[in-house]
């Protein structure tokens, strides 16, 4: 078993990710680790990223606006995309993971989780359009 070393430019990007809402890509990440960091590489952000997502501890969302979103928020919760202002956000509920119950009875496999991402109009957008 292989011992992980801890990594200052990993802890900034972790805690940057633990500290905004926003869904942040890659590019995004690295212009603000950037600050702290100015000679981080955009392929080290990504090796960290992926590295976070791999141990648990961060979640990668495609919601298919042709870029990869990350999350410091592991916990399973839902999301919202906005088709205007291609803003992604969490949306409280209550779980939906029975959903996974209800899914396994009429499937052959084994599913083991699920990604839920709800598309339309945010607030801001709704209101600009009159919904």
Sequence with gaps: MSTIRY???REAIKDYLKSVTCHP???TVYLNIQKTF???SLGTVYRNLNFLVEHGE???IDCGDGFVHFDGNPIPHNHFFCRAC???LDIKMDSIEHIDIIANANFPGKI???TVI???LCEKCCQK???
């Design 58 to 60: 961060a979640i990668q």
């Design 25 to 27: 890509t890659a590019d």
């Design 118 to 120: 709800f598309h339309g």
């Design 129 to 131: 359009e009159h919904c």
């Design 38 to 40: 100015p000679n981080i």
């Design 86 to 88: 291609k803003c992604l």
């Design 112 to 114: 083991e989780g699920h």
């Design 7 to 9: 990594s200052k430019q």
